[in-house]
């Protein structure tokens, strides 16, 4: 009596549990699983938070929907900010200043960070996803947002009122307090623009295959001083 292949019988009987690999689905979580562009993804939006440790690591802080700046005044009147958390960073990247100073970025998995800029030592807030091409894994900095004034010798905190880097910074912290909902969900959250230049900088991305390596940090008299993000910045474990 003839029996089939053991390969093919295996096969044939998980075909009804697999599924399209352009649908969306949870595959660890904060890690999700896309097609974009025809290229096989897997996006991984990290958690990010200015407070010290692992177990003070939260979601349920930023602007509100009506624009009241809440997270401001938290950042202002907590002290463990001060506080530098010990962690092992798995990539580093060169912040260049608009005065031609360089800084050091380092970066760990849950998106805490320190800078060292002119030997000051400074908390910010960051956003990651992993992108794993052709089996390389490459981390890359969808925003980084310095809450202060970004000066050698002293960090003052600053309200960001308004304007386009306010919207982005808000999108962006709205995105984080979604976990774990799938990106389908993210996209009915914000708006279309920005969800669409958000997935076409992934696919530009990954269609160059040539990696920026730096990010520049510029003044900004009306919104303290953000993190210019047209340049994508990336860094391999």
Not at 27 to 54: C, K, Q
Not at 66 to 85: C, D, E, K, Q, W
Request: net charge neutral.
């Amino acid at each position: 009596m003839y029996f089939p292949n053991l390969y093919v019988i295996s096969v044939l009987c998980f075909l009804p549990f697999m599924r399209c690999q352009k649908e969306l689905h949870t595959v660890y979580p904060f890690t999700y699983h896309v097609d974009v562009a025809g290229i096989n993804v897997t996006i991984r939006m990290v958690n990010s938070t200015l407070l010290g440790t692992e177990n003070e690591r939260t979601t349920d802080f930023g602007w509100s929907v009506s624009g009241n700046n809440t997270f401001m005044s938290y950042v202002n009147h907590n002290p463990r900010l001060t506080h530098i958390a010990n962690y092992t960073a798995i990539g580093y990247i060169r912040v260049p200043s608009c005065s031609g100073s360089d800084s050091v970025m380092k970066i760990n998995e849950t998106g805490i960070s320190t800078i060292v800029f002119d030997n000051q030592i400074f908390r910010h807030h960051v956003y990651l996803t992993r992108i794993e091409r052709n089996g390389v894994e490459v981390w890359k900095v969808l925003s980084a947002q310095l809450w202060g004034n970004y000066q050698p010798g002293h960090f003052d905190f600053q309200n960001l009122q308004g304007g386009s880097d306010r919207r982005r910074a808000d999108i962006l912290l709205r995105i984080n307090n979604l976990y774990p909902q799938i990106i389908e969900n993210i996209r009915s959250q914000i708006d279309e623009q920005f969800t669409t230049k958000l997935f076409d900088r992934i696919t530009r991305s990954i269609l160059d295959g040539a990696p920026a390596d730096e990010l520049m940090v510029c003044p900004n008299p009306h919104y303290g001083n953000i993190y210019n993000t047209s340049n994508d910045v990336y860094f391999t474990q």
